[in-house]
């Protein structure tokens, strides 16, 4: 079956694979999905996140890097997320075949999106990908493993293959919530969330919430 996309009418996203030192650009991506039924999550209830991020992988047998996990909280925003255990021995050259990078919960009613856990898969075609930016796109996947949306993303790759040693020894999270000014008196939230991993590639996710 085919994959479906959700309409995010509020969000922009923009996802970015760049090397470290290519941190500082962040340009963003728009992304418009259309619209379709998928099964709701309820609200996470308690507020150990990192906790309940671990045990939904534990029950769907993800293997998380459960030191890494990040939280983010907001008004009407609640985030949790953590990379994939293992993607720091993936070459970018695995992308054409679909890449698990990381495992996420978000509640943001902003989104139009089910408040829950997703896989966050990454892939570019196999004649994009080399050293420096192309395109691509990453999927949320669900609980039942049904991908309910897949977005834009920028890739930018410093190196096609891992490198030997890693420069360190897991993949490093970073998440936050920020007031962007646009247009002068124009502001919006956003989630900014970061996977800065040892293979080579850093994965920078900018969601925009909507106006303040």
């Not at 728009?30 to 150990?48: E, G, H, I, S």
């Not at 075949?97 to 997703?118: I, Q, R």
């Not at 993949?171 to 919530?177: D, G, K, S």
């Amino acid at each position: 079956m085919n994959p479906q996309v959700i309409r995010l009418p509020s969000l922009v996203v923009a996802l970015f694979l760049v090397s470290s030192s290519a941190w500082a650009g962040e340009s963003r991506l728009a992304t418009y999905l259309r619209p379709v039924t998928v099964k709701p999550f309820p609200a996470m209830a308690c507020t150990d996140l990192a906790a309940e991020l671990a045990s939904a992988a534990d029950e769907r047998g993800i293997s998380i890097n459960k030191e890494q996990i990040v939280t983010t909280t907001a008004e009407n925003v609640t985030f949790a997320g953590t990379s994939i255990a293992g993607f720091e021995e993936v070459p970018a050259t695995e992308f054409p075949n679909g890449v698990d990078v990381g495992f996420v919960y978000v509640d943001a009613p902003e989104l139009d999106l089910p408040a829950g856990f997703y896989a966050l898969n990454a892939h570019a075609n196999e004649e994009d990908i080399r050293e420096g930016s192309y395109e691509g796109t990453v999927g949320l996947v669900d609980q039942d493993g049904q991908e309910v949306a897949r977005v834009a993303a920028t890739f930018q790759t410093f190196s096609v293959t891992v490198p030997k040693p890693l420069p360190f020894e897991r993949t490093q999270v970073e998440a936050r919530t920020e007031i962007e000014d646009v247009q002068g008196m124009l502001m919006r939230r956003r989630i900014v969330i970061v996977f800065r991993c040892p293979n080579g590639t850093t994965i920078i996710i900018v969601i925009s919430l909507g106006r303040r």
